[in-house]
């Protein structure tokens, strides 16, 4: 019901701006068109707005900000009319045709590329660990066209154009996004747009087109008024500053295995006592063979708080609070399989906004990120290995996490409903994924150490938590 009801006081209003529009028109002259712009403009019309009641007197400077909005707004509108209509198309006619002549050109560049390590391993594909591109100018080329003319024209603005100026935009900010003082100007608004509804059922035409009100520039919180039944678990999401992983090498992979049998299986480690997993200890955590452990540094924990709202187009975008920030968290799994994520996109009309689905499938290989596969790489094979050249540095595979078993192996938010945000043009197939991209060799640290009753030997530095983890903050953070 509220939704609806902001929908039809925005309608109302849409109606009292067109009747306003339609009252600036000029009125039809006699004879020739104008050969120059008016040199001025007609009055600004005043408003015909009602105070608001003695009661919204407790924002009384939130009010009168807001009023200058409003007050500029009008104005604007009235005189960007008065000079979209003050513009006079002006002819010049020639007593004999001339002639003009035009250059168009453009530079040549000559590129090459330096492959760093090019080599070709038993896949047939060309790699590099690096591929840089220079570019050099070698020359210009032009063109003339010559054109024949025997009128020419330009518009001609009004001079009072300067009133336009976005200088004069008010500078105060009627209320912040959530605050008290937005909520009782929500209320004004709705309590100004009620009146007009009584000026356009009695005022003529000329007096309602000077009845004209903003909403505030501010958002304000609708908080949750459905109760589900049962009630359903809290809605919340995560962001990290960071992301490292900590692997348990294996014994290194041959180029056959590697590239030359799609089926070969993986090597496992050897155990250094037969039986028992190796352990290493790094910045006070235990990792024990063989699990991957990927480490979320600087992490916070959002919770579902209500949804967006501004006076005049109803219920928006989500709004999260911070519930908890967390130095790190840990997430522990086998070392395969690891989830990449894959997107795919299309746009529905030639015309339409391009969609994307996001799926994660059990691909992704640590070793990828040393010397990747030519199908991780292209996304599939290519027709002709030698067509293109793989560059290592190039490789920026995205990874998925279930983000309900990095809350039960950390003990945060296990009775949460988790989700991780999108675009909204995004579909995922999985909700429940936290997705890191932007990561190198460099953020995966393999670890070597001892076994045993005694202290373990770590091999494995502290990584310095750099990469990006591909994630934001939840719309409307509070």
Request: charged residues 10%; glycine residues 6%.
């Given at each position: 019901m509220t939704q609806l009801l902001w929908f039809a006081i925005n309608a109302l209003l849409s109606l009292t701006s067109a009747q306003m529009t339609t009252s600036f028109s000029a009125s039809p002259t006699a004879g020739e068109p104008p050969t120059t712009p008016p040199p001025t403009h007609s009055p600004i019309p005043s408003l015909s707005l009602p105070p608001l009641p003695p009661t919204f007197s407790d924002v009384s400077s939130a009010v009168d900000c807001w009023n200058s909005h409003i007050t500029y707004s009008f104005s604007s509108t009235f005189l960007s009319e008065l000079y979209r209509q003050g513009h006079v198309w002006s002819t010049t006619s020639f007593t004999s045709p001339i002639t003009e002549t035009s250059t168009y050109g453009y530079s040549l560049e000559r590129c090459s590329t330096i492959y760093a390590g090019l080599t070709t391993l038993c896949d047939g594909y060309p790699r590099a660990n690096d591929c840089s591109t220079t570019c050099s100018s070698t020359g210009y080329t032009s063109w003339t066209k010559e054109f024949t003319l025997s009128t020419s024209g330009r518009w001609l603005t009004p001079t009072w154009s300067t009133?336009?100026?976005?200088?004069?935009?008010?500078?105060?900010?009627?209320?912040?996004?959530?605050?008290?003082?937005?909520?009782?100007?929500?209320?004004g608004y709705s309590w100004l747009s009620s009146q007009i509804v009584k000026i356009t059922?009695?005022?003529?035409?000329?007096?309602?087109?000077?009845?004209?009100?903003?909403?505030?520039?501010?958002?304000?919180?609708?908080?949750?008024?459905?109760?589900?039944?049962?009630?359903?678990?809290?809605?919340?999401?995560?962001?990290?500053?960071?992301?490292?992983a900590y692997y348990w090498p294996t014994a290194t992979a041959t180029n056959t295995n590697a590239f030359c049998s799609p089926n070969a299986t993986a090597p496992t480690a050897t155990p250094t006592i037969p039986g028992r997993p190796n352990t290493a200890v790094v910045s006070g955590l235990t990792l024990t063979s063989p699990s991957l452990y990927h480490i979320l540094h600087n992490a916070t924990v959002f919770t579902y708080i209500g949804q967006k709202s501004t006076a005049a187009w109803g219920i928006g975008d989500p709004i999260y609070g911070i519930s908890s920030v967390?130095?790190?968290?840990?997430?522990?799994?086998?070392?395969?399989?690891?989830?990449?994520?894959?997107?795919?996109?299309?746009?529905?009309?030639?015309?339409?906004?391009?969609?994307?689905?996001?799926?994660?499938?059990?691909?992704?290989?640590?070793?990828?990120?040393?010397?990747?596969?030519?199908?991780?790489?292209?996304?599939?094979?290519?027709?002709?290995?030698?067509?293109?050249?793989?560059?290592?540095?190039?490789?920026?595979?995205?990874i998925g996490m279930p983000l309900g078993e990095i809350a039960k192996q950390n003990e945060v938010g296990e009775d949460c409903e988790w989700t991780f945000s999108h675009s909204g043009r995004t579909t995922v197939l999985d909700r429940d994924m936290y997705s890191v991209s932007e990561f190198t060799a460099s953020d995966y640290h393999a670890i070597t150490a001892g076994?045993?009753?005694?202290?373990?030997?770590?091999?494995?530095?502290?990584?310095?938590g750099t990469t990006s983890t591909g994630g934001s903050a939840p719309t409307g953070v509070v």
């Amino acid at each position: 019901m509220t939704q609806l009801l902001w929908f039809a006081i925005n309608a109302l209003l849409s109606l009292t701006s067109a009747q306003m529009t339609t009252s600036f028109s000029a009125s039809p002259t006699a004879g020739e068109p104008p050969t120059t712009p008016p040199p001025t403009h007609s009055p600004i019309p005043s408003l015909s707005l009602p105070p608001l009641p003695p009661t919204f007197s407790d924002v009384s400077s939130a009010v009168d900000c807001w009023n200058s909005h409003i007050t500029y707004s009008f104005s604007s509108t009235f005189l960007s009319e008065l000079y979209r209509q003050g513009h006079v198309w002006s002819t010049t006619s020639f007593t004999s045709p001339i002639t003009e002549t035009s250059t168009y050109g453009y530079s040549l560049e000559r590129c090459s590329t330096i492959y760093a390590g090019l080599t070709t391993l038993c896949d047939g594909y060309p790699r590099a660990n690096d591929c840089s591109t220079t570019c050099s100018s070698t020359g210009y080329t032009s063109w003339t066209k010559e054109f024949t003319l025997s009128t020419s024209g330009r518009w001609l603005t009004p001079t009072w154009s300067t009133e336009l100026t976005p200088t004069l935009v008010p500078t105060c900010t009627e209320a912040k996004d959530f605050s008290p003082e937005c909520s009782r100007l929500v209320e004004g608004y709705s309590w100004l747009s009620s009146q007009i509804v009584k000026i356009t059922a009695t005022a003529t035409a000329t007096e309602t087109s000077t009845a004209w009100v903003n909403e505030p520039h501010c958002v304000v919180s609708i908080p949750p008024t459905v109760t589900a039944m049962p009630p359903a678990k809290q809605r919340c999401s995560l962001k990290a500053d960071s992301y490292e992983a900590y692997y348990w090498p294996t014994a290194t992979a041959t180029n056959t295995n590697a590239f030359c049998s799609p089926n070969a299986t993986a090597p496992t480690a050897t155990p250094t006592i037969p039986g028992r997993p190796n352990t290493a200890v790094v910045s006070g955590l235990t990792l024990t063979s063989p699990s991957l452990y990927h480490i979320l540094h600087n992490a916070t924990v959002f919770t579902y708080i209500g949804q967006k709202s501004t006076a005049a187009w109803g219920i928006g975008d989500p709004i999260y609070g911070i519930s908890s920030v967390l130095p790190t968290l840990t997430y522990s799994q086998p070392p395969s399989p690891i989830l990449s994520m894959s997107t795919e996109c299309h746009k529905p009309s030639p015309h339409g906004a391009t969609r994307c689905t996001l799926s994660y499938n059990p691909d992704f290989l640590i070793q990828d990120l040393f010397t990747v596969n030519a199908k991780a790489y292209y996304g599939d094979e290519l027709p002709t290995p030698t067509m293109a050249t793989i560059c290592q540095t190039s490789y920026s595979p995205t990874i998925g996490m279930p983000l309900g078993e990095i809350a039960k192996q950390n003990e945060v938010g296990e009775d949460c409903e988790w989700t991780f945000s999108h675009s909204g043009r995004t579909t995922v197939l999985d909700r429940d994924m936290y997705s890191v991209s932007e990561f190198t060799a460099s953020d995966y640290h393999a670890i070597t150490a001892g076994a045993g009753e005694g202290p373990s030997t770590r091999t494995a530095q502290p990584g310095s938590g750099t990469t990006s983890t591909g994630g934001s903050a939840p719309t409307g953070v509070v």
